[in-house]
């Protein structure tokens, strides 16, 4: 058709998501949960690599040798990398937290390090050290990951790194950590500046320039990082919402208006009902009602129910909903009724379309189901219809609402429900 | 003198369709499958009626109503479309469309439909008032302009009504009132869906987050 030409663009943006799948072929670089023994620093690289765990382990601890690099490498990144998802697949105990007893272990093994240094005489003394380890305390105390990585959570807590301090302050709130984190930063800085004033007067600025740059990393870096790597995030989704924007244009214009044109062509009735149950249910997709969430709300529960009657009866049925509540056992009550004045009407007024109107008001909810067929005379009631009437009447009565039929001969019938909601 | 219409779809098999329908009891001056195509050939025509379809490259029907009814106001617009999105359908009647139906519409209704909005009357489906009845409803916070932010309690009768699938002549039938009264509250309502600045109108249209 005309329009396949035109939408021409939309067709290779849709390629767009098989692109990005195809990079991520190689996982991101993210903590492990699984293969972990300190953060998952090693288990996530080896992952992102795609070599053994163990190898990037001992490449960590040889390069700690070299003047603390290593170690200092685990800690940024244990800093920086975003802990994965927890998978659905993996089952939730394999993932711990590192205990006590772990905790405990860590800090042996950094005392251990620090005297290794010393005694290997690689330390750099402990005039120019200690500033340093109290910087990086701060950083740690600034810097702790938040225990959720989703955003909108603004509590940052140290949970992640489990660290002694937690006692001290009682995580959750941040602007104590905030507070204590900057002050040893500062300290730091102050204490390795005053340290060092016995080096040559001319060297003195400029060191106190790196010093002043390095406390600003330390204090604003992380963060500067955050932002970054939300920017990117945000604009990947953004990207993929733009990318489900234009399949649903192009959608639109091509098999909805097809599946328009067929209900408008003289095929039989049953391909007409088809097609519209397609149209029906493509609709609901691209307008982000997904098909297995309906029944969740009132406006859902409805649409579907008018989908079902219309595959079974081939009839038409005009579904118009204001307003929308969550489904709860009084909606799935009226849901029921309407349905059964519904299929009532489908098969008794002879009409082929049906109208439903449903309106959630604060305290009630209306029903209203019309057809335009022949109506009857209420004086002159079918066995049968008068039994189905009264199930729906019995039904609505039961839940303290109300049921009223409205018929006359040649004006079609209007079966009204009301039902009280249920207080909240 | 028959109804002079102008069809306005991308889609050459539907106006073609549309065209073989409604030839018999209308007269079809022109039609035009793009919102450039469409603009000149509509003003060249001057039909009485133009059938507009929503969803167009270029800015849609929205588009074209602008466009002409800024040289030839007294041309009117019944926008004729397959998506049901409330945006769209709020969306187009705010540009000055004078009702809504969608594809499915049988021929017969379409046909008097047309001749309903060539003699001045809306054409208000009952998607199109339950869309209406969503977007009025509730309080408003603090009305503008009470005359054109709410509703009157007549014209919600009148719109729910048509909403549970009341022809017009039905509604009057059901509430005693003449048919032109029905017509002139409909009118009404219309006349505020495209007036009134009522925030809600835009605030609903997003919440929905409809494409």
Request: hydrophobic share 45%; aromatic share 6%.
């Amino acid at each position: 058709m005309a329009d396949v030409r035109a939408r021409g663009p939309s067709v290779t943006a849709g390629a767009r998501p098989v692109a990005a799948d195809a990079r991520a072929v190689r996982p991101r670089l993210q903590r492990s949960r699984s293969d972990r023994l300190i953060g998952g620093v090693a288990g996530g690289i080896a992952r992102h690599l795609g070599i053994d765990s163990v190898a990037v382990r001992l490449a960590f601890i040889v390069l700690s040798f070299a003047l603390g690099f290593g170690a200092v490498c685990y800690v940024l990144l244990w800093l920086l990398a975003p802990l994965e998802e927890p998978s659905a697949v993996q089952p939730a105990t394999e993932f711990r937290a590192p205990g006590r007893r772990l905790m405990g272990g860590l800090v042996l093994m950094a005392i251990g390090l620090i005297l290794l240094l010393w005694i290997t005489g690689l330390w750099f003394g402990g005039e120019q050290g200690w500033p340093l380890v109290l910087a990086a305390i701060g950083f740690a105390v600034l810097w702790a990951r938040r225990g959720d990585e989703r955003r909108g959570g603004s509590r940052w807590t140290l949970s992640q790194l489990g660290s002694p301090l937690e006692s001290v302050v009682t995580g959750q709130v941040s602007l104590p950590r905030i507070a204590i984190g900057s002050l040893l930063i500062v300290i730091g800085m102050g204490v390795f500046l005053a340290a060092n004033t016995s080096l040559a007067a001319a060297g003195n600025v400029l060191l106190a320039m790196i010093v002043a740059i390095g406390g600003a990393a330390l204090l604003a870096g992380p963060w500067v990082w955050n932002m970054g790597r939300q920017l990117v995030e945000e604009r990947s989704s953004r990207v993929r919402s733009e990318a489900r924007a234009e399949m649903a244009a192009h959608l639109h214009d091509s098999v909805l208006q097809t599946l328009a044109l067929i209900q408008r062509s003289a095929a039989p009735r049953e391909m007409a009902s088809l097609a519209r149950t397609q149209e029906r249910e493509l609709r609901a997709w691209l307008y982000g009602r997904a098909p297995d969430v309906s029944g969740v709300r009132l406006r859902d529960a409805i649409d579907a129910m008018a989908g079902r009657l219309e595959r079974q009866h081939q009839v038409r049925v005009e579904a118009v909903v204001v307003g929308d509540a969550e489904m709860d056992d009084q909606l799935r009550a009226l849901v029921g009724a309407v349905s059964e004045a519904v299929a009532n009407a489908a098969r008794h007024s002879g009409s082929t379309a049906i109208s439903v109107y449903v309106e959630v008001e604060a305290d009630a909810v209306s029903a209203f189901v019309r057809d335009q067929g022949g109506g009857f005379d209420p004086d002159a009631v079918p066995a049968d219809r008068r039994g189905i009437a009264d199930s729906i009447i019995g039904r609505m009565e039961r839940r303290g609402g109300s049921a009223a039929v409205h018929s006359r001969l040649g004006a079609g019938t209007e079966v009204v429900l009301r039902l009280p909601r249920k207080p909240a | 003198m028959s109804t002079r219409v102008f069809v306005v779809d991308d889609h050459e098999l539907f106006r073609s369709g549309v065209r073989s329908e409604l030839g018999h009891d209308l007269r079809i001056v022109g039609d035009a499958g793009s919102v450039d195509e469409a603009v000149p050939a509509i003003l060249a025509s001057s039909p009485d009626v133009v059938l507009l379809d929503v969803h167009m490259a270029g800015g849609g029907g929205r588009a074209v109503i602008e466009a002409v009814r800024s040289q030839q106001p007294s041309i009117r617009f019944l926008a004729l479309s397959v998506s049901d999105a409330a945006e769209d359908v709020i969306g187009i009647i705010r540009a000055g469309a004078r009702g809504y139906v969608t594809k499915s519409i049988s021929a017969e209704e379409l046909t008097s439909a047309v001749r309903r909005i060539h003699e001045g009357d809306s054409v208000f489906s009952p998607r199109l008032a339950g869309f209406v009845l969503d977007a009025f409803a509730g309080e408003a916070p603090q009305p503008m302009d009470p005359e054109l932010d709410l509703l009157s309690r007549r014209e919600r009768e009148v719109l729910r009504y048509i909403a549970r699938g009341y022809a017009y002549k039905e509604v009057a039938h059901e509430l005693h009132i003449s048919v032109k009264t029905v017509e002139t509250h409909v009118s009404a309502v219309l006349r505020k869906l495209q007036l009134s600045s009522r925030y809600e109108l835009t605030r609903w249209a997003a919440d929905r987050r409809l494409v």
